[in-house]
């Protein structure tokens, strides 16, 4: 296991994170306290950003009645709806199910499984406050999406808006 630490991100691999085999696409799960804010933003960001070229999930092993409405006007001002979203419990099968789990915050409350990569960021909980607050947070959690995307589909080649493109060629991803 290789450990990589940014000031403000972790990353624990068991497997190299770039690489997809079996040509399914990657899968990314976002963990926070109540999966009312920080991970909610996360999802619908890669959901946007990947343009569905990777599968996205959000939990909590605590969730939240209702995604922070905070959040919610944080995200309609980058012109996604996130209204429709509700906080879901955190199950093993959805850490099974994914290729890259990122935790925000949650500390041990997710299940480790090998082969998986963790990553940590470190992102603080703005729960109760309003948009003003939050918008720094969103801001840090596209930059973190972007990159992430370019590990996850690395023939993607960058848009001027700042989405990647569809991939070259899915032929990488396959055994």
Known sequence: MSIETTPSMTTATTTDPTRITDGAKPSVLFVCVHNAGRSQMAAAYLNHLSEGRIEVLSADSQPAD???????????????????????????????????????GCGDECPYFPGKRYEAWVLEDRAGKG?????????????????????????????????????????????
């Open 66 to 104: 209702q995604v922070n409405p905070a959040a919610v006007e944080a995200m309609k001002e980058e012109g996604i709806d996130i209204t429709a979203e509700t906080p879901k419990i955190l199950t093993t099968e959805a850490v099974q199910a994914s290729d890259v789990v990122v935790t925000m």
């Open 131 to 175: 948009v003003e607050s939050i918008r720094p947070i969103r801001d840090e959690i596209k930059g973190r999406i972007q990159r992430l995307i370019s590990e996850l589909l690395p023939t993607s080649t960058p848009r001027h808006d700042g989405v990647a493109a569809a991939p070259a060629r899915r032929a990488e991803y396959q055994k």
